[in-house]
């Protein structure tokens, strides 16, 4: 897997990957999702993310953006965290979903990707009863769309991996 | 001509829709890990209601110890999401409503020809699809127990984890 970050700026990224801007649901701007596939953190807000989520040829869509208060943050293995994960296998699969994460050890947001019927469902995003959500539309260029996980795994595939990445890597670090 | 779905064979890489109704691979539903493949005959079995009591006791244990449990019937996706989120699973289900992996494996039960659907069948699978073991459960004490699956996955994680014997200075 390679290291891929994303962040929700004031203003467009000169070195991003892939990016987009954002609205919030009634239309005004809430600046822009970027996203880069490279090793070293390239933005104070990133997080790494599942990179199997962004893809610059995906669509439009919408997004439950969820993200922890200032100073806040909530180690991967906490039960409402695992119990988040469940309820997102349980459910029916959105578009991409995948958590976000600055270190090794703690659960530092998710992200929810939904278009079409599944829009609706991204009020009742389970990682929502964790941290805050914010419900976005995205243009089209950063978002795609991956398989839904298969179920039942909630474990990381090595800690430094965003859940639901669903394997070891067999390549060196 | 029959697939031999023997241990040490592989299984056939079946594509079918999940109970979302998405097109998926049973060698990517796999991934890297050993995987606990049934086939039922449909929710309206009592045996396999049973049966399913069993894998959803395992499911704590399979979330948690990289594990895969992949379900196939010929229910429709509807019906299986439906029977899917009753029992509370947390797994794919597969839907082959036309019948064509059924035929192809050699899994129909032709005792029934009301509602046609597979033979009650579970494998262990290796990640590259190899069959561990094989348990024709037309009748219902052949199925595998909770233990028996739990050694199986055992005996699979062991060959195939580099790291089994855990690291430790």
């Not at chain 2, 991934?31 to 449909?42: S, Y």
Request: with cysteine; charged share 25%; net charge negative.
């Amino acid at each position: 897997m390679t290291r891929c970050w994303l962040a929700l700026l004031e203003s467009p990224a000169t070195d991003a990957t892939a990016q987009a801007r954002a609205y919030e649901a009634d239309g005004s701007p809430a600046g822009w999702l970027a996203a880069w596939r490279q090793h070293v953190k390239p933005a104070r807000a990133a997080r790494r993310v599942d990179d199997r989520l962004v893809d610059v040829d995906g669509g439009p869509g919408w997004v439950s953006l969820v993200l922890p208060p200032d100073g806040a943050r909530l180690p991967f293995d906490d039960l409402a965290v695992q119990q988040a994960r469940r309820r997102v296998l349980a459910e029916p699969p959105q578009d991409a979903l995948s958590t976000l994460m600055r270190d090794a050890s703690h659960f530092e947001g998710a992200i929810t990707v939904a278009r079409g019927m599944g829009v609706a469902r991204l009020n009742d995003d389970p990682f929502a009863r964790i941290f805050p959500a914010r419900i976005l539309r995205i243009g089209a260029g950063v978002l795609g769309a991956a398989a839904a996980p298969a179920g039942p795994v909630i474990e990381r595939y090595g800690s430094a991996n965003p859940w639901p990445w669903d394997r070891f890597d067999t390549r060196a670090p | 001509m029959t697939i031999d779905l023997s241990p040490g064979r592989p299984f056939p890489d079946i594509e079918l829709d999940d109970h979302a109704g998405n097109r998926r691979r049973l060698a990517v539903l796999v991934g890297g890990d050993p995987v606990v493949l049934q086939f039922f005959r449909g929710w309206w079995c009592p045996k396999e209601q049973a049966f399913f009591r069993r894998l959803i006791a395992l499911q704590d244990e399979a979330e948690v110890a990289y594990s895969r449990i992949v379900s196939v019937s010929v229910d429709t996706p509807a019906v299986s999401a439906a029977f899917r989120a009753g029992l509370g699973a947390r797994w794919t289900f597969l839907s082959d409503t036309d019948r064509t992996a059924q035929a192809e494996l050699g899994l129909r039960e032709t005792t029934d020809t009301l509602n046609d659907p597979y033979l009650p069948a579970v494998f262990t699978l290796f990640p590259d699809l190899t069959i561990h073991r094989a348990y024709d459960g037309y009748w219902f004490w052949g199925r595998p127990t909770t233990e028996e699956l739990r050694r199986d996955m055992r005996e699979i994680s062991t060959a195939v984890r580099a790291d089994w014997a855990a690291p430790a200075a």
